[in-house]
T-cell receptor
Framework: RKEVEQDPGPFNVPEGATVAFNCTYS??????FFWYRQDCRKEPKLLMS???SGNEDGRFTAQLNRASQYISLLIRDSKLSDSATYLC???????????FGTGTRLKVLA | GAGVSQSPSNKVTEKGKDVELRCDPI?????LYWYRQSLGQGLEFLIY????????KSGLPSDRFSAERTGGSVSTLTIQRTQQEDSAVYLC????????????FGEGSWLTVV
């Protein structure tokens, strides 16, 4: 089983739609969680950190479920510019690795 | 600097040649990471540095790969006797501390071995 797993997609959604991605992780000791966005042939860029209480940034909401060991990302009112690959990242405090999922590809259609 | 800086941004090399890729992390960041990403694939962890030390090098694909970091700042990833399967983008990232802080990526060094 991979340490971090994501549905690769693609998720094709119309503009204005709400879309949600999940990411599961296998190490129960994981302590830090992030969502990164990666555009084609570009480096990953931080979208948002994921906190235990959940957090929201504009149209984006991230949730953490420690009991089931998954994190989620919800995008409301999708824009064409949201089209990208969304990477789930898990870090274990005290170790060194940030483990990246392989990403979920989103296409927002006009 | 303001961000993670990598050089060269693009490198085309002949099979069998050695290449050096450089990373200059964000000032003050103690942790530095190297990842590799082949076209259409996920990120593959290679190595990380805490200061000048690399506690775990097990992510390096073979003994042709090596990395060092000097002065707690600049890092160099060296690939000896390059092979075509080494073609990928090599991404460097840094963070203030290890595994608990946001990591910031450079734009990558795109390596093509012909």
């Amino acid at each position: 089983r991979k340490e971090v797993e994501q549905d690769p997609g693609p998720f094709n959604v119309p503009e204005g739609a709400t879309v949600a991605f999940n990411c599961t992780y296998s190490n129960s000791a994981s302590q830090s969680f992030f969502w990164y966005r990666q555009d084609c042939r570009k480096e990953p860029k931080l979208l948002m950190s994921v906190y235990s209480s959940g957090n929201e940034d504009g149209r984006f909401t991230a949730q953490l479920n420690r009991a089931s060991q998954y994190i989620s990302l919800l995008i409301r009112d999708s824009k064409l510019s949201d089209s990208a690959t969304y990477l789930c990242v898990v870090g274990n405090t005290g170790t060194y690795k940030y483990i990246f999922g392989t990403g979920t590809r989103l296409k927002v259609l006009a | 600097g303001a961000g993670v800086s990598q050089s060269p941004s693009n490198k085309v090399t002949e099979k069998g040649k050695d290449v050096e890729l450089r990373c200059d992390p964000i000032s003050g960041h103690t942790a530095l990471y190297w990842y590799r990403q082949s076209l259409g694939q996920g990120l593959e962890f290679l190595i990380y540095f805490q200061g000048n030390s690399a506690p775990d090098k097990s992510g390096l694909p073979s003994d042709r790969f090596s990395a060092e970091r000097t002065g707690g700042s600049v890092s160099t990833l060296t690939i000896q006797r390059t092979q075509q399967e080494d073609s990928a983008v090599y991404l460097c990232a840094s963070s203030f501390q290890v595994s608990s802080d946001t990591i910031y990526f450079g734009e990558g060094s795109w390596l093509t071995v012909v």
